[in-house]
């Protein structure tokens, strides 16, 4: 009996190995860093201190957990965020979903822009599916998602994502930090998250 081998290279190797089709794995497992800079930026181009909500929190470098970036005007963070907060309490909300590259910049009276057309794309589909989910039917099984905007500090939907971020970022800069958000900069993890993630 005579065995033929046949090699067939493109099933196992380039595109078609078999760890490219795995949904959680990233960079074939082997990435040069562990975040993704090519997507999902916040940028401040206020004339003062904002401070951004991650949408998931992250471990620096030296094992501190955090889900708060302080931003100095002209800074960009290279990262997901969910949205921020300027010193008035005026918020602004993004609608991502996981995966989502959406690049956004905020601007002088708390006012946001996106920054490419993918980004403005992506936020307008997202917020489409959440007004799908608020109808009533479905509302009452997943609760509200609040769609994205900039909204001043007496607004409703202002004190809805008050509830839901300002003690996570009171947790990562501390009350004092919270009410000045210049102080909160120079504490050590933003210190340690602008040499990693800030440009």
Do not use: C
Request: net charge negative; proline share 4%.
């Amino acid at each position: 009996m005579v065995l033929i081998s046949i090699k067939l290279p493109y099933i196992w190797d380039g595109v078609y190995r078999y760890i490219n089709f795995h949904l959680y794995a990233y960079a074939g497992n082997n990435p040069i860093r562990y975040t993704d800079p090519d997507g999902k930026t916040v940028t401040n181009n206020t004339d003062d201190y904002i401070i951004a909500r991650l949408e998931d929190p992250i471990k620096l470098s030296n094992g501190t957990k955090i889900d708060t970036v302080v931003l100095a005007p002209g800074e960009k963070y290279l990262g997901n965020v969910d949205g921020t907060r300027d010193k008035n309490g005026n918020y602004t909300k993004i609608s991502a979903r996981d995966g989502d590259n959406i690049d956004y910049t905020v601007n002088p009276e708390n006012q946001i822009t996106f920054d490419n057309e993918h980004s403005r794309k992506k936020n307008s589909k997202n917020d489409v599916l959440k007004r799908i989910n608020n109808l009533p039917i479905f509302n009452m099984i997943n609760g509200k998602r609040l769609l994205s905007g900039s909204y001043p500090k007496d607004s409703e939907e202002a004190h809805y994502l008050s509830k839901k971020w300002d003690n996570d970022f009171k947790e990562d800069i501390g009350e004092e930090g919270f009410g000045n958000f210049e102080k909160a900069y120079n504490i050590d993890s933003q210190k340690v998250l602008r040499k990693e993630l800030v440009e």
